[in-house]
C-alpha cells in the first residue's frame, strides 16, 4: 500500500479509473485486483454505498459502490461495471467503477492540491489533481473513501 | 526484542501463573512439603535466569522472595495468610516488570526498597507489616492488576499441577508474543519432546486455510453432482473425506482446556476473600473440559466477572453465615462439560440468592417495567433484569463489583459467541448461571432459507424447529394470524411470535408466491420466535467469517459465509434478531413468548404431563389423546404387513404374531401404511391402530367428563380441545382375553392396594396393574385405606399417592408404619415430583420406593422389587397360605 505522498521527483503508478465521466486514479501499489463485471450478493440494513458482497477466490470482499459514496447519480441498469480491489486494515473492498483503464506512470511535478472549490464530498476523498493532456484526473483517498463510519 | 528475552518471558509469565495456583494452596494446605519445595524452585529458576540476562531489578526482588520461601521451607517460619500476602506481593511486583519488560524491552524503573526490607524481615523471622504497597511508583499490587489486564492477555497457560499430561499435542501453547520462535518444552530431555511449542497465530493461519479448503470441497462437490459418472467422483469422495479429517485436526489443536481460563481464579477468589473479609472455598470440576481457543479467549472475562461476583454479591458474609445456619466458608463452584455440540459452564454459589425485593424495587426505581407488568411476573423473570443495561442491585458499590456495568456486559459478550447465559436462583440457597456456547465458531452447521429472493444461513444451533404455516385447516396446519399486523402463530397452544424476515431485512422482493411460508423457529435462550421464510433449502457447513468493519452496526447478522456454489451470504444471528425485534431485551414483557415450559414453573404444576394425541375415525371426532409414558413405541406398519388371522388381525413383529385392534374397528384398505400405538408387557405386544399421530403435548390431563362409550376413559381438555382419552385398560384385555391373567398369576396374583384420589388415576392404574399379572383394589382416600385394613383386607403391597385432601402419603406411611396389621407390608409411593429431596421423604416417611406417575415401567419394577424383597416375600406367602 502507497503511503508515500505523491510530491517526490519520481514517477508514481496509478491505476486510472472512470466514474460518471471523470478520470480518477488509485495509487497501483494499493490496488490488489481488478475485476470485470461480478455477482454482488446484496447485504439488507446496509448503508446505501454498500453495494453487497462478492467472492473473491475464497475471500469475502465488501463492494462499495463509488457512485453512491461520491453523490453521483446511479449507474443505468444493466451496465457492466468493473471493481476495483483495495485493502484496509486487513479486509478487502472493491470499489465499483463504470470502467478501469491502463495504469499510467504520473510525474509528481504534474500533481496540485484540490482547487478549493470542488464539492465537499469531492475534496473530503480525493487526495489531489493530475494536470494530464487534454483531461484531469483526481487521486483518490481510499482510506477516507472506505471510511464509511464517519460518513454515516 | 531478541529471541532469548521473547523466551525468559513466555516462560516467566508460565511460571508465574503456575506460582499464583501454588501459593493460593499454600496457605490452604500449609504442611504439603512438595508444593512448597515447588514454589521455591520456580521462584529460583526466576531468579537465576534474570542474573543471568541481567536484570537486576527483577533479581533483586526475586531473590528476596526466594529467601522468605526458602526459610518456610526449611520450616523456620510458618507460611501464615499475612506472609503468603507478602510473597504474593513480591509476585505481583515481578509481573509487573515481567510486564513492562514485554512491552519495551527493557526493565522499568523503579524503587522496590520497601518491598525487599520487609521481605527481608520477614525472612529473619519479624511479622510482616500490614501494607507493602507503598514504594515503586505506580507498580504497588494494586495497580499491577490492572496493568496485567490491561495487557494483551499476557497469559501463558500453564496447566494446573495436577492436570493429567495430555497425549501428543500440548493445547497450552499461548505465549503472549505469539513469537514463531519454537523451543522444546524445558523439562524434557533434548529428542524426548512430545509436544512443541507453535504460535497462536500459526494455528490461526492454519485454520483459516482449512476452512478455505473446506468451501473449495463443498463447490466441488456441488459441480459433481450435476454430472453423473464423472471420473472425479471416487478421488473427490476421497479429498471429501480427508478434508473433514484435516479439518478434524487442525481443529483439535485449537481446542484447549477450560482450565487455562480458569487458573487465575483462585488468586482472584483469595484475593478477594481478603478484601472482603469472607470465606470462599473455589471448587473447580470439569477443568480438562476442552473448546476453541477463541472461544475460551472471548468467555475469559464474562469469566472472571461473574466469579466475582459470585464472591461480592453472592456470597453472604462469615456471620450472616452462621446466623443462616450455614457453614462460614461460602462455595463457589464452577462446573463444565459438552453437551451436543455446545459447553456447558455452571457458576454456582451457596449464597443468599439474588434478592427479588431489590430488584423488584431497583426495576421500578429505573422505570424499567411499571408495578402492573411486575406483578403479573415470575420471580425468576424479576431476577432475570440483573441482566439489562446499567443494572447493579449492589447497596454499596464496592471496590469489586456493584459500579453497574456487570450481567449485561457479560450477557452481551456470550451472545456475541452464540451463547445463552441463564439463571437459577433460590434465596437463602445461591444462584446458578448458566452458560451454553459453541464449540467452535469457525465451522458451524447451518440451515439455508431464503427471504425476499436473497439467501441467508441461521446457524442450526438455533435452529428449533421448522413449521409450515397452513390454512388453518386440521390437515394444513395453523395458519398465521395477525393481532394488529403483528404475525403470530398457533404452535402446540401457544402463542408463537414471528419476525417475518422480509419486512425486518426491507427485502423489497414480493414473496415466492404460491408456497406458504416456512417458520424457523428459533431459541434464543429461555424465548422462542419464529422466523417467516419463504423456503428452506438444505443444510450446510459454512465456514463462519466476519463482517466487514462497517456492517459492525447490523446486529441481525453475526457474520458471512460463501456457500458452495461460490455464492456470498449473510449469517442471521437469532438473538440479535431477536434484541431487534424487542423480545429478547430482558424478557421482561414477553412472558409469552415462553414455549418451551421452563424448569422452575413445572414444579408448581405437577401434574403436566406428556400426552400422545392422535386421530381415528370420522373427520370432525375429537381428538384422542393418551399418556405417552403408557406408549411403548409408535410404528408405521404397511398394509401388506397386517394380516388376518381369524376374525382378528396381526402383524408379525421380532418373530412373534403382535395382535392389532383397530381404533374405529376397520382398517381403511387405502392406505398403504397404518399408524399403530404399540403397547407391551414384557415380552408381549399389541397395536393400536389409529388413522394419524398428530402431536405430543404437556398438559394437564384432567378427565372432566365421563365415558359415553366402551373404550375410552372420558373427556380432557389438552391443548385447548376437548379431547378423548382412551382406556388403554380396555385395549389390552380386547387385544388377549388372558391379558389379565398371564401365567405368572397360576399361585394366585399378588394383591395390591392402590390409594389415589384422583379418579383419573385410578381408572389408569387398575388396569395397567392388572395387565401386569396384579390383583388390584383401589381406595380413593388414606381414610378409605385405614378402613380396608381395620376390616381385615390382606394384600402384598401398598401403592399410594402422595399429594392427597385430608391426609397425604407421606402421613399413611407413617400410620401404616406405626404398627397394626400392615406395618410390614411394602409400600411404594407415586408421586409427581421425582426430585431426590422428595424421594428422601419419602423413604423417610416409611416408603420402600419412589416412583414417578405414569412411569410404568418403573412402578412394576419397584412393585416386582418389594415384592421380591423380604417383607414382601412374606406377604405374598401369607397371602398363598
Known amino acids: 500500500m502507497s503511503t508515500q505522498e505523491p510530491m517526490t521527483d519520481t514517477e508514481q503508478q496509478y491505476v486510472t479509473l472512470t466514474v460518471a465521466g471523470q478520470l480518477c486514479g488509485i495509487p497501483v501499489l494499493g490496488v490488489r485486483d481488478v475485476l470485470a463485471d461480478q455477482t454482488i450478493a446484496r447485504i439488507p440494513l446496509a448503508p446505501g454505498e454498500v453495494a453487497g458482497s462478492l467472492n473473491l477466490r475464497g475471500r469475502i470482499v465488501t463492494a462499495i459502490d463509488l457512485r453512491r459514496r461520491l453523490d453521483l447519480p446511479p449507474a443505468e441498469p444493466g451496465t457492466r461495471r468493473m471493481s476495483v480491489v483495495t485493502e484496509l486494515a486487513g479486509e478487502l473492498y472493491a470499489l465499483l467503477v463504470d470502467q478501469v483503464a491502463e495504469v499510467m506512470s504520473l510525474p509528481a511535478s504534474a500533481f496540485e492540491p484540490c482547487p478549493p472549490t470542488l464539492p465537499a464530498v469531492w475534496a473530503e476523498h480525493s487526495r489531489g489533481v493530475f494536470r494530464l493532456e487534454g483531461r484531469l484526473l483526481v487521486v483518490l483517498d481510499v482510506a477516507r473513501l472506505l471510511d464509511l463510519a464517519v460518513a454515516a | 526484542m531478541d529471541d532469548l528475552l521473547a523466551e525468559f518471558l513466555t516462560e516467566t509469565n508460565e511460571m508465574l501463573a503456575e506460582l499464583d495456583v501454588a501459593l493460593v494452596r499454600l496457605e490452604t494446605v500449609p504442611e504439603d512439603a512438595q508444593n512448597l519445595s515447588g514454589i521455591f524452585r520456580l521462584v529460583h529458576t526466576i531468579k537465576g535466569t534474570c542474573g543471568f540476562l541481567g536484570l537486576p531489578r527483577l533479581e533483586k526482588v526475586a531473590h528476596a522472595g526466594e529467601n522468605v520461601l526458602s526459610r518456610m521451607r526449611d520450616g523456620a517460619l510458618r507460611p501464615t495468610p499475612a506472609l503468603v500476602s507478602l510473597v504474593l506481593a513480591a509476585l505481583d511486583r515481578i509481573k509487573s516488570i515481567v510486564a513492562d519488560l514485554g512491552a519495551t524491552g527493557a526493565e522499568p524503573a523503579g524503587e522496590d526498597g520497601a518491598l525487599i526490607a520487609a521481605l527481608d524481615a520477614a525472612a529473619d523471622g519479624d511479622a510482616p507489616p500490614g501494607d507493602v504497597s507503598g514504594d515503586g511508583p505506580g507498580d504497588g499490587p494494586a495497580a499491577t492488576e490492572g496493568t496485567a489486564e490491561a495487557l494483551p492477555t499476557p497469559v501463558a497457560p500453564a496447566p494446573p499441577p495436577a492436570a493429567p499430561p495430555l497425549g501428543t499435542t500440548r493445547p497450552e501453547a499461548g505465549p503472549p508474543k505469539p513469537a514463531l520462535a519454537s523451543a522444546p518444552v524445558p523439562d524434557s530431555?533434548?529428542?524426548?519432546?512430545?509436544?512443541?511449542?507453535?504460535?497462536?497465530?500459526?494455528?490461526?493461519?492454519?485454520?483459516?486455510?482449512?476452512?478455505?479448503?473446506?468451501?473449495?470441497?463443498?463447490?466441488?462437490?456441488?459441480?459433481?453432482?450435476?454430472?453423473?459418472?464423472?471420473?472425479?467422483?471416487?478421488?473427490?469422495?476421497?479429498?471429501?473425506?480427508?478434508?473433514?479429517?484435516?479439518?478434524?485436526?487442525?481443529?483439535?489443536?485449537?481446542?484447549?482446556?477450560?482450565?487455562?481460563?480458569?487458573?487465575?481464579?483462585?488468586?482472584?477468589?483469595?484475593?478477594?476473600?481478603?478484601?472482603l473479609?469472607?470465606?470462599?472455598?473455589?471448587?473447580?470440576?470439569?477443568?480438562?473440559?476442552?473448546?476453541?481457543?477463541?472461544?475460551?479467549?472471548?468467555?475469559?472475562?464474562?469469566?472472571?466477572?461473574?466469579?466475582?461476583?459470585?464472591?461480592?454479591?453472592?456470597?453472604?458474609?462469615?456471620?450472616?453465615?452462621?446466623?443462616?445456619?450455614?457453614?462460614?466458608?461460602?462455595?463457589?463452584?464452577?462446573?463444565?462439560?459438552?453437551?451436543?455440540?455446545?459447553?456447558?459452564?455452571?457458576?454456582?454459589?451457596?449464597?443468599?440468592?439474588?434478592?427479588?425485593?431489590?430488584?423488584?424495587?431497583?426495576v421500578l426505581a429505573q422505570g424499567l417495567a411499571s408495578e402492573t407488568e411486575l406483578a403479573g411476573m415470575s420471580d425468576a423473570q424479576i431476577q432475570r433484569f440483573i441482566f439489562r443495561a446499567g443494572f447493579s442491585t449492589a447497596a454499596a458499590v464496592t471496590a469489586v463489583s456493584g459500579r453497574?456495568?456487570?450481567?449485561?456486559?457479560?450477557?452481551?459478550?456470550?451472545?456475541?459467541?452464540?451463547?445463552?447465559?441463564?439463571?437459577?436462583?433460590?434465596?437463602?440457597?445461591?444462584?446458578?448461571?448458566?452458560?451454553?456456547?459453541?464449540?467452535?465458531?469457525?465451522?458451524?452447521?447451518?440451515?439455508?432459507?431464503?427471504?425476499?429472493?436473497?439467501?441467508?444461513a441461521v446457524p442450526q444451533?438455533?435452529?428449533?424447529?421448522?413449521?409450515?404455516?397452513?390454512?388453518?385447516?386440521?390437515?394444513?396446519?395453523?395458519?398465521?394470524?395477525?393481532?394488529?399486523?403483528t404475525p403470530v402463530l398457533r404452535l402446540r397452544d401457544r402463542l408463537l411470535p414471528l419476525v417475518s424476515l422480509r419486512e425486518l431485512l426491507r427485502l423489497d422482493a414480493p414473496a415466492a408466491g404460491g408456497d406458504p411460508p416456512t417458520i424457523v423457529v428459533a431459541q434464543v435462550g429461555p424465548t422462542t420466535l419464529g422466523l417467516i421464510v419463504d423456503r428452506v433449502f438444505d443444510t450446510e457447513e459454512i465456514v463462519v467469517k466476519p463482517v466487514a468493519p462497517i456492517l459492525r452496526h447490523v446486529t441481525m447478522f453475526s457474520g458471512n459465509t460463501i456457500l458452495g456454489d461460490g455464492s456470498v451470504i449473510m449469517i442471521l444471528d437469532p438473538n440479535g434478531i431477536a434484541r431487534a425485534t424487542g423480545?429478547?431485551?430482558?424478557?421482561?414483557?414477553?412472558?409469552?413468548?415462553?414455549?418451551?415450559?421452563?424448569?422452575?414453573t413445572t414444579g408448581h404444576s405437577a401434574a403436566m404431563t406428556s400426552i400422545l394425541l392422535f386421530r381415528a375415525g370420522a373427520a370432525d371426532?375429537?381428538?384422542?389423546?393418551?399418556?405417552?409414558?403408557?406408549?411403548?413405541?409408535?410404528?408405521?406398519?404397511?398394509?401388506?404387513?397386517?394380516?388376518?388371522?381369524?376374525?382378528a388381525l396381526a402383524t408379525q413383529y421380532r418373530g412373534r404374531l403382535m395382535p392389532l385392534l383397530p381404533l374405529t374397528g376397520e382398517v381403511d384398505p387405502a392406505r398403504a401404511q397404518q399408524p399403530a400405538l404399540v403397547f407391551t408387557d414384557g415380552d408381549r405386544s399389541m397395536g393400536l391402530l389409529v388413522d394419524a399421530i398428530t402431536d405430543v403435548v404437556e398438559d394437564r390431563l384432567e378427565v372432566e367428563l365421563g365415558a359415553a362409550r366402551p373404550g375410552l376413559l372420558g373427556t380432557a381438555v389438552i391443548a385447548g380441545r376437548a379431547t378423548d382419552v382412551i382406556d388403554t385398560g380396555y385395549w389390552l384385555t380386547r387385544a388377549f382375553g388372558d391379558w389379565f391373567r398371564p401365567e405368572a398369576a397360576k399361585l394366585g396374583p399378588p394383591r395390591i392396594l392402590c390409594v389415589e384420589d384422583s379418579?383419573?388415576?385410578?381408572?389408569?392404574?387398575?388396569?395397567?396393574?392388572?395387565?401386569?399379572?396384579?390383583?388390584?383394589?383401589?381406595?380413593?382416600?388414606?381414610?378409605?385405606?385405614?378402613?380396608?385394613?381395620?376390616?381385615?383386607?390382606?394384600?402384598?403391597?401398598?401403592?399410594s399417592d402422595i399429594e392427597?385432601?385430608?391426609?397425604?402419603?407421606?402421613?399413611?406411611?407413617?400410620?401404616?408404619?406405626?404398627?397394626?396389621?400392615w406395618s410390614a407390608l411394602p409400600l411404594v409411593a407415586l408421586s409427581g415430583r421425582s426430585t431426590e429431596a422428595d424421594r428422601a421423604r419419602a423413604l423417610e416417611a416409611g416408603f420402600n420406593e419412589h416412583v414417578a406417575k405414569f412411569d410404568r415401567d418403573a412402578l412394576l419394577d419397584a412393585l416386582r422389587r418389594v415384592l421380591s424383597g423380604p417383607g414382601g416375600a412374606d406377604a405374598a406367602r401369607e397371602l398363598v397360605a
Open chain 2, 189 to 275: 530431555a533434548p529428542g524426548a519432546a512430545q509436544t512443541i511449542r507453535v504460535g497462536v497465530d500459526v494455528l490461526d493461519d492454519l485454520m483459516t486455510l482449512v476452512s478455505e479448503l473446506v468451501l473449495t470441497r463443498n463447490q466441488l462437490l456441488q459441480l459433481a453432482r450435476t454430472q453423473e459418472n464423472s471420473a472425479f467422483t471416487v478421488p473427490l469422495q476421497r479429498l471429501s473425506h480427508i478434508t473433514s479429517d484435516l479439518q478434524e485436526g487442525v481443529m483439535k489443536t485449537r481446542m484447549q482446556p477450560i482450565g487455562n481460563a480458569w487458573n487465575k481464579l483462585p488468586r482472584v477468589v483469595r484475593d478477594l476473600a481478603h478484601e
Open chain 2, 277 to 362: 473479609d469472607k470465606r470462599i472455598d473455589l471448587v473447580m470440576l470439569g477443568a480438562e473440559t476442552e473448546l476453541d481457543r477463541q472461544v475460551l479467549e472471548l468467555i475469559k472475562d464474562p469469566l472472571t466477572h461473574m466469579v466475582r461476583n459470585s464472591a461480592d454479591h453472592g456470597l453472604e458474609s462469615p456471620a450472616e453465615r452462621r446466623a443462616a445456619g450455614k457453614p462460614e466458608t461460602g462455595r463457589i463452584t464452577l462446573n463444565a462439560f459438552h453437551e451436543g455440540g455446545h459447553i456447558i459452564i455452571e457458576i454456582a454459589d451457596d449464597g443468599r440468592g439474588l434478592p427479588v425485593d431489590r430488584i423488584r424495587a431497583k
Open chain 2, 404 to 456: 453497574g456495568v456487570g450481567m449485561d456486559v457479560v450477557k452481551t459478550n456470550i451472545e456475541r459467541i452464540g451463547g445463552t447465559i441463564e439463571l437459577a436462583s433460590r434465596a437463602g440457597a445461591g444462584t446458578t448461571f448458566t452458560i451454553k456456547i459453541p464449540l467452535t465458531l469457525a465451522i458451524v452447521s447451518a440451515l439455508i432459507v431464503e427471504a425476499g429472493g436473497e439467501r441467508f
Open chain 2, 461 to 485: 444451533t438455533s435452529v428449533a424447529e421448522l413449521v409450515r404455516a397452513g390454512d388453518g385447516s386440521a390437515e394444513g396446519g395453523s395458519r398465521i394470524e395477525r393481532i394488529n399486523d
Open chain 2, 583 to 600: 423480545i429478547g431485551a430482558g424478557e421482561g414483557r414477553e412472558g409469552a413468548a415462553r414455549i418451551a415450559a421452563p424448569a422452575e
Open chain 2, 621 to 647: 371426532a375429537p381428538p384422542l389423546a393418551v399418556p405417552l409414558a403408557l406408549v411403548a413405541r409408535l410404528e408405521e406398519i404397511p398394509r401388506e404387513r397386517i394380516e388376518r388371522c381369524g376374525d
Open chain 2, 759 to 799: 379418579d383419573f388415576f385410578r381408572a389408569l392404574l387398575v388396569p395397567a396393574l392388572a395387565a401386569a399379572g396384579f390383583e388390584v383394589t383401589a381406595a380413593a382416600s388414606a381414610a378409605e385405606a385405614l378402613a380396608l385394613r381395620e376390616a381385615g383386607a390382606g394384600f402384598s403391597a401398598i401403592i
Open chain 2, 804 to 821: 392427597m385432601p385430608d391426609m397425604n402419603g407421606f402421613e399413611l406411611a407413617r400410620a401404616l408404619r406405626a404398627g397394626g396389621a
